[in-house]
C-alpha cells in the first residue's frame, strides 16, 4: 500500500509510523507511514484540507500526534517539544523582524543558544554567502524585494544547522517568475547543503520540478509516493492522474483480458486497448488514462480501430513553444492534445469545426479501476 513505510532498502532518516491527528469528531490525518531518506528534497502535495500541513507540523511538533510515533535517526521524538527537536520550520509568512538589519534577523536563534560572537558572526556570513546575499547584510527586510526576503528566511531557518528542513508553502506569495527563480535557487542551497528537506505545497508543478520524491495525501490519508516521473506516468488512482498534470479519462467496461487488456468505452464509442496485466472481471468498470501531449491528431478521420475516435475541433491556444488543442468527440467527450513541435503543412490549415480523428499507442495509456 502506498501509505505503509517501506520496511526494506536503507534506514530511513525519518521515519513517520502510523500517524493520526483528530481533532474532536474529524480526522485531519489518518493513519499516515512514510520513510524519507538523508538528504531527500520531499515535497507533500495536497489539495487544501488534505492534511499535509498538519502533518508537517506533527513533524515539527506543533502539533500532537493522537496516535502513531515519530522518529529521526532512530530517536522516537513524537512527545519531544518542537525546541528540542533537530528541526527548523519555514512558514508561508516569513515573519522577518522589521527593525533587524539582514544580519540580524538571521542570527537571531544564534543569540538566544548563546553562540560565541566570532562564532555566529562566521556563520551569519556563510549564510548569507549561502542565499546570494552577502553585500545586502545591514539592509532591513522593508529593503529587500520579495525573493530576497524569501531567502533571508531561509538564511535564519538554516542557521542552527537543523537535521530536517520543514517549509510550509514558502514560495506562494511570489509572483510566477520569481517562483521559479526560487524554486531553482532552492533546490541548488538544498544540493549543496544536504540537508533533508520536506515542502508542503498545493502547486504540483512545484512539486514537480523540486522534488526527490513526492506523496500526495488526500481526505487525511497518503496515498502514493513516488519519484516525479514515476507520479505523472503511473498514477495510482483517478485523482492522482488529475491532480498531477492534465490528463483524458475514458471510462470503459473491460471486455478482453490478458496482457492487453481491451476495453469498450462509451466516452470515445470504440475500444480501448492498454498493455496492463491486473486482474480484472469481464465487464468490471475501469478508467483508461492518456497524457494530453500523448494523444495523436489526424485531419482526416478513417475507420474505427482501437484507441482512435472521430470528432470536431473546438479549441486551439497557441503558446508560443506548445499548443492546446481540445477536440470534442462524437459521442460528447471532450479530449486534450498538447503538441509541442511545429505542426505541419496539413496541421496548420485546421480551424475551429474540421472533422478529425484523435488515436493513441496501447502503451501511452495507463488502466486505472479507481
Given at each position: 500500500m502506498a501509505d505503509k513505510a517501506e520496511e526494506s532498502g536503507p534506514k530511513p532518516f525519518l521515519r513517520i509510523h502510523n500517524i493520526s491527528k483528530h481533532f474532536a469528531d474529524v480526522r485531519a490525518v489518518d493513519e499516515v507511514s512514510l520513510d524519507i531518506q538523508q538528504g531527500e528534497f520531499f515535497c507533500l502535495l495536497g489539495g487544501s484540507g488534505s492534511g499535509k500541513s498538519t502533518l508537517l507540523r506533527m513533524i515539527a511538533g506543533l502539533e500532537t500526534a493522537t496516535s502513531g510515533h515519530i522518529e529521526i535517526e532512530g530517536q522516537d521524538v513524537t512527545n519531544v517539544p518542537p525546541w528540542n527537536r533537530p528541526v527548523n520550520m519555514m512558514f508561508q509568512s516569513y515573519a522577518l523582524f522589521p527593525h533587524m538589519n539582514v544580519e540580524k534577523n538571521i542570527a537571531f536563534g544564534l543569540k538566544q543558544d548563546n553562540w560565541p560572537k566570532a562564532e555566529m558572526d562566521a556563520r551569519v556570513q556563510e549564510l548569507l554567502d549561502l542565499v546570494q546575499l552577502g553585500e545586502y547584510?545591514?539592509?532591513?527586510?522593508?529593503?529587500?524585494?520579495?525573493g530576497q526576503r524569501q531567502r533571508v528566511a531561509l538564511a535564519r531557518a538554516l542557521a542552527r544547522k537543523p537535521k530536517v528542513?520543514?517549509?510550509d508553502e514558502p514560495l506562494s506569495a511570489l509572483d510566477k517568475k520569481l517562483r521559479e527563480e526560487t524554486q531553482r535557487q532552492l533546490v541548488a542551497i538544498q544540493k549543496e547543503i544536504g540537508t533533508t528537506f520536506i515542502m508542503v505545497t498545493h502547486d504540483q508543478e512545484e512539486a514537480m520540478s523540486?522534488?526527490?520524491r513526492i506523496?500526495?495525501?488526500?481526505?487525511?490519508?497518503?496515498?502514493?509516493v513516488?519519484?516525479?516521473r514515476e507520479m505523472y506516468e503511473r498514477p495510482a488512482n483517478k485523482m492522482?492522474?488529475?491532480f498531477i498534470g492534465q490528463v483524458n479519462l475514458f471510462e470503459g467496461k473491460v471486455s478482453r483480458k490478458g496482457k492487453t487488456q481491451t476495453i469498450t468505452s462509451?466516452?470515445?464509442?470504440s475500444l480501448l486497448e492498454v498493455v496492463d496485466n491486473t486482474k480484472l472481471e469481464d465487464g468490471q468498470v475501469v478508467w483508461i488514462a492518456v497524457r494530453p501531449e500523448r494523444v495523436l491528431l489526424k485531419t482526416n478521420?478513417?475507420?474505427r480501430a482501437a484507441n482512435k475516435a472521430n470528432g470536431k475541433l473546438t479549441d486551439i491556444m497557441y503558446l508560443g513553444g506548445i499548443t492546446h488543442i481540445q477536440v470534442t468527440l462524437d459521442s460528447g467527450s471532450p479530449v486534450r492534445i498538447t503538441i509541442s513541435e511545429h505542426w505541419d503543412e496539413d496541421e496548420a490549415k485546421l480551424k475551429l469545426g474540421d472533422a478529425v480523428q484523435i488515436s493513441f499507442e496501447k502503451r501511452a495509456a495507463r488502466l486505472l479501476v479507481e
Open positions: 547584510g545591514k539592509r532591513k527586510p522593508n529593503q529587500l524585494s520579495g528542513l520543514l517549509l523540486i522534488a526527490t506523496g500526495v495525501m488526500d481526505e487525511a490519508r497518503l496515498i502514493q513516488e519519484a516525479p492522482i492522474a488529475g462509451m466516452d470515445t464509442g478521420p478513417k475507420g
